[in-house]
């Protein structure tokens, strides 16, 4: 490990950059809940079937899934501001070739696209977020972050559904897409000027082999999980066969090159920072039910009690409100509480979850959604007091030289979580409604889901204390060195 490097100190004007980087952040998750209302007119239009909708939500999904690791090497290596330019600038390009898209093909096709520039954004914001901020400062950001993810989530079925009343059954699907291109085109501008210079990169060979060999792992889980979302075909689960193997490989290959201090894809000794695997493994354990859960709610909403695609996203904006509600607020209390905050916010989730199942069981017939808010708020906050101060905790000890790569590491940790909450407790939903109608029988599988779901929220909370008893509160600290000389 190299000694030498310097410990940047907070750079002037990083306030207004977070801006930029929140700016682009909100742009590609604007872009998936914005997507999914918009899903029965891009069929009506372009005379989609089932499967090609889902696709062109599964096919952003997958590619962005896919390359945040490879994303976080490249940043590290050739400049965070550069691959930031370079993705939004695709993202924008993409986003206009989907709202001229002429068929569904074509669209399913730039949506890939605009998954891997996506992909490509995310981690260069982690990492910038970790070179122009310190200590309690750094939790704050991270905790602005986690508002943008809430806010994003909650805006899109609002701005959808207005894009589409504007433009009509035609055009308006399309202006989802197109409302991209004037947002990048400002932060390209902005980011020319107010992001930090791209320091100087030594010589680096990108581990091609590598990045193949973790993108095939990552698309076996990946694929399983949105596939299952369209057919609910239990024998996808053996696409978890060739992704361990492939798993094994890689990793065993990382260690080789480690050792030698070879330019790995991932420096192993990111796990010997005595924050970074706990909390790589929590990411793991608990987005399977942040994500899980709101999937059956929107299943539940429209198949159970005949609610509109729009009704069923605006019945879970409850959820998105309490995350944005409460992760700038966690963001300031981290270096405070340390990990005794990120235990009792699974805590939380796990309780609002519970009183979530408890109320589906009864199956209201009326105002469901507003039965359900009061639960759905306490998840969220739940979820908003976890994710931003596991991320700062899980980073606190990283040198920021390498923060692309350990944030990108994390993203694709978190993003398999989701996949495999999207699988197990999409599984075990269908498998309790399998043959029955109405909103009792729904509201039954709602709470079978959130039987799974606190299975692995206990899992998280689990390594939380785990971590808690073995190295204490452990409030961040300044970073040690893990950068290949």
Same mark, same amino acid.
């Given at each position: 490990m190299a000694a030498d490097v310097p410990e940047l100190e907070p750079a002037?004007?990083?306030?207004?950059?977070?801006?930029?980087?929140?700016?682009?952040?909100?742009?590609?998750?604007?872009?998936?809940?914005?997507?999914?209302?918009a899903l029965p007119s891009i069929g009506r239009s372009t005379g989609a079937d089932p499967?090609?909708?889902?696709w062109v939500i599964s096919g952003y999904t997958l590619a962005f899934g896919m390359v945040p690791v490879l994303a976080g090497r490249l940043g590290d290596d050739h400049g965070r501001r550069r691959m930031f330019q370079v993705g939004v600038i695709g993202f924008a390009i993409t986003s206009a070739l989907s709202g001229v898209a002429p068929s569904v093909g074509l669209l399913i096709g730039a949506r890939v696209l605009q998954g891997v520039f996506g992909g490509l954004i995310n981690p260069q914001v982690s990492g910038l977020v970790q070179q122009l901020f310190r200590g309690s400062e750094r939790g704050r950001a991270f905790g602005v972050l986690g508002t943008t993810v809430g806010v994003g989530? #909650?805006? =899109?079925?609002?701005?959808?559904?207005? +894009?589409? !009343? *504007?433009?009509?059954?035609?055009?308006?699907?399309?202006?989802?897409?197109?409302?991209?291109?004037?947002?990048?085109?400002?932060?390209?501008?902005?980011?020319?000027?107010?992001?930090?210079?791209?320091? #100087?990169? =030594?010589?680096?060979?990108?581990?091609? +082999?590598? !990045? *193949?060999?973790?993108?095939?792992?990552?698309?076996?889980?990946l694929f399983a999980a949105v596939q299952y979302d369209a057919v609910h075909d239990p024998r996808l689960a053996w696409f978890a066969v060739p992704a361990v193997v492939l798993l094994l490989v890689f990793w065993r290959r990382e260690r080789r090159l480690t050792e030698r201090q070879a330019d790995p894809l991932v420096d192993l000794r990111l796990f010997r920072q005595r924050s970074y695997t706990p909390g790589v493994l929590l990411a793991i354990t608990f987005f399977p039910a942040q994500a899980g859960l709101p999937l059956v709610l929107a299943i539940y909403y429209q198949d159970g009690l005949g609610y509109s695609a729009l009704q069923?996203?605006?019945?879970?904006?409850?959820?998105?409100?309490?995350?944005?509600?409460?992760?700038?607020?966690a963001g300031r209390f981290v270096t405070r509480l340390g990990r005794p905050l990120v235990v009792?916010?699974?805590?939380?989730f796990g309780v609002g979850a519970l009183a979530l199942a408890v109320v589906a069981w009864h199956g209201p017939t009326h105002h469901a959604a507003l039965a359900l808010a009061l639960p759905l708020f306490v998840m969220g906050c739940g979820s908003g007091c976890l994710i931003?101060?596991?991320?700062?905790?899980?980073?606190?000890?990283?040198?920021?030289?390498?923060?692309?790569?350990a944030g990108g590491v994390l993203q694709t940790a978190q993003r398999i979580g989701l996949a495999i909450g999207q699988g197990v407790i999409g599984a075990v939903f269908f498998a309790t409604v399998s043959g029955g109608q109405g909103a009792t029988t729904y509201g039954h599988g709602v709470a079978a889901a959130v039987a799974a779901a606190l299975c692995f929220v206990s899992l998280a909370i689990a390594i939380g204390i785990s971590d808690l008893v073995r190295n204490g509160r452990r409030t961040p600290r300044a970073p040690t060195p893990t950068k290949v000389g």
């Open positions: 002037p004007g990083r306030w207004v950059a977070l801006v930029v980087c929140c700016s682009a952040m909100f742009m590609t998750l604007l872009d998936v809940s914005v997507t999914n209302v499967s090609d909708l889902q989530i #909650a805006l =899109g079925p609002v701005v959808g559904g207005t +894009l589409i !009343a *504007l433009g009509g059954p035609g055009l308006g699907w399309r202006l989802v897409f197109f409302i991209n291109v004037p947002i990048a085109v400002v932060v390209i501008a902005l980011a020319r000027r107010l992001l930090p210079d791209d320091p #100087a990169q =030594g010589d680096h060979r990108l581990d091609v +082999l590598g !990045a *193949l060999t973790l993108g095939a792992a990552t698309f076996c889980v069923s996203a605006l019945g879970v904006t409850a959820f998105a409100f309490g995350s944005a509600v409460a992760a700038p607020t009792g916010a699974a805590t939380a931003t101060p596991n991320q700062t905790l899980t980073l606190a000890d990283v040198d920021p030289v390498v923060g692309s790569t």
